[in-house]
């Protein structure tokens, strides 16, 4: 399970689990800092900046990636459930395909010294989900949570 998963649920969801080696309010806590975002989130030759993340129901939040190219990727959403250090449920729009709005539930599961953390994903269709899924999405995964281990060993990228 460190290594996680992820699974095709029906035709309009993903679930992706994945263990981390610290207590749940840590892993939470970690995982919503918006000055560690951009040590852990997406592929590493990404360079991301946090412009809003107010980790609250009704907040908002907004990243921009950089790719070495000079692409430049937004990704904006709202906080609607947050209930620390269990659950968080939230929106996510990639600004590069407006109105393809995902809900994600990420719940937070207390296993001692470990975190089962499981994300559930809502595509409005399953297009959408085949799109995201096609450009990569499992590989950035991966590779981000791998990166968020190393932050919560303290050995993360400043």
Do not use: C, I, N
Request: hydrophobic share 35%; glycine share 10%.
């Amino acid at each position: 399970m460190r290594r996680g998963s992820l699974s095709l649920v029906g035709d309009r969801e993903m679930v992706a689990e994945r263990e981390f080696l610290a207590p749940r309010r840590r892993v939470f806590e970690a995982f919503h800092d918006p000055s560690l975002l951009p040590r852990w989130w997406g592929p590493a030759e990404l360079t991301t900046t946090v412009e809003r993340y107010e980790v609250r129901p009704g907040g908002r939040w907004r990243v921009v990636q950089r790719a070495p190219d000079g692409a430049v990727h937004g990704f904006h959403g709202e906080f609607r459930e947050v209930e620390a250090p269990a659950r968080v449920v939230s929106t996510f729009e990639y600004e590069g395909a407006p109105g393809k709005v995902l809900e994600q539930t990420f719940t937070f599961e207390d296993r001692g010294d470990r975190t089962r953390v499981v994300v559930r994903v809502r595509f409005p269709s399953e297009a959408t989900r085949r799109a995201m899924v096609d450009s990569g999405m499992e590989s950035g995964m991966r590779e981000g949570w791998a990166r968020f281990d190393e932050v919560l060993a303290g050995r993360g990228p400043p």
